[in-house]
Nanobody
Framework: QVQLVESGGGLVQPGGSLRLSCAAS????????MGWFRQAPGKEREFVAA????????YAADSMKGRFTISRDNAKNTLYLQMNSLKPEDTAVYYC???????????????????WGQGTQVTVSS
């Protein structure tokens, strides 16, 4: 069993930055493919970014490329999402997720993730 706990959300002005963290319990973090998703009010949960088990390969959704960076520290069992140049449309609950079964290097499909955190609210507003 894996437990994921996000932190780092909050209120930020447009153009600002935030860094989200996701702490994972258990000793299997290094073999999990990890990702970030977000869900805005009234919208479906959408893919943000994913990272491979070693952290050497990352992939971000087109609208986040160049602004959001995903990374992980396997020694600390922690996943990160650095968000820069934030826009009001980035307002959402952000979730970290772990895939223990996918064979893909990075995982972008919601259904391929089997562990989820509780989410952290990010609000971008002046």
């Amino acid at each position: 069993q894996v437990q994921l706990v996000e932190s780092g959300g909050g209120l930020v002005q447009p153009g600002g930055s935030l860094r989200l963290s996701c702490a994972a319990s258990g000793s299997i973090f290094a073999i999990l493919t990890m990702g970030w998703f977000r869900q805005a009010p009234g919208k479906e949960r959408e893919f943000v970014a994913a990272v491979s088990r070693t952290g050497s390969t990352t992939y971000a959704a087109d609208s986040m490329k160049g602004r959001f960076t995903i990374s992980r520290d396997n020694a600390k069992n922690t996943l990160y999402l650095q968000m820069n140049s934030l826009k009001p449309e980035d307002t959402a609950v952000y979730y970290c997720a772990a895939s223990s079964t996918s064979l893909r290097l990075v995982v972008v499909t919601i259904s391929d993730y089997d562990y989820w955190g509780q989410g952290t609210q990010v609000t971008v507003s002046s």
